[in-house]
């Protein structure tokens, strides 16, 4: 894990590293992420960063789910990120930048209140991208090739693994 502050926001200023994902409102969500670009996928309870398993892409139908979606964030870099917050949403919007420097720009409705997550810098850049909000006002993204858990108010910042491409189910779905 890197917590290295040299762009012109921050990341490190502005939110708080936490070693563990203590702060999870769902932590028996599972996200299913590649370790490598085109490897084998894995499976991690978002909740429990120890608890990564590799999958059975023959038997475990979430797989076909996250192949899919993978495809179509690739091929859009959609600036919106995939919301799984049930309708109404609260007052948290969160956009994606394409560049590193863009970041994760997330802005609460009610206060005006904003935040940046990026880093870019003549010497190292780390893109954020495949961001799910979660109800609770939390999101899974990646930063580079690492896959965290961001707390929306509260800034709280915690790795989940290595990977990217992270592909997010909650408990309740079927």
Known sequence: VFYVSLSSYG????????????????PTAQVYFRAEAD??????????PDSA???????????????????????SYSAVARDLRPE???????????????????????TGSRHRLGLETPFMAARVGHVTVLPGDQAVLTIGRHIYVLDLPTRRLAHIAKGHAPYVVLPDDP
């Open 53 to 75: 398993t590799p999958v059975d892409e023959a038997t475990d139908v979430r797989v076909g789910d996250a192949i899919l979606a993978e495809e179509q964030f690739e091929e």
């Open 39 to 48: 490897g084998p996928w894995w499976r991690v309870a978002l909740g429990r």
């Open 88 to 110: 109404p949403r609260g007052p948290w919007v969160v956009r994606v930048g394409y560049w590193s420097v863009q970041g994760l720009l997330v802005r609460n409705e009610e």
């Open 11 to 26: 990341w490190v200023q502005h939110t708080t590293p936490e070693s563990e994902p203590h702060f999870v409102h769902a």
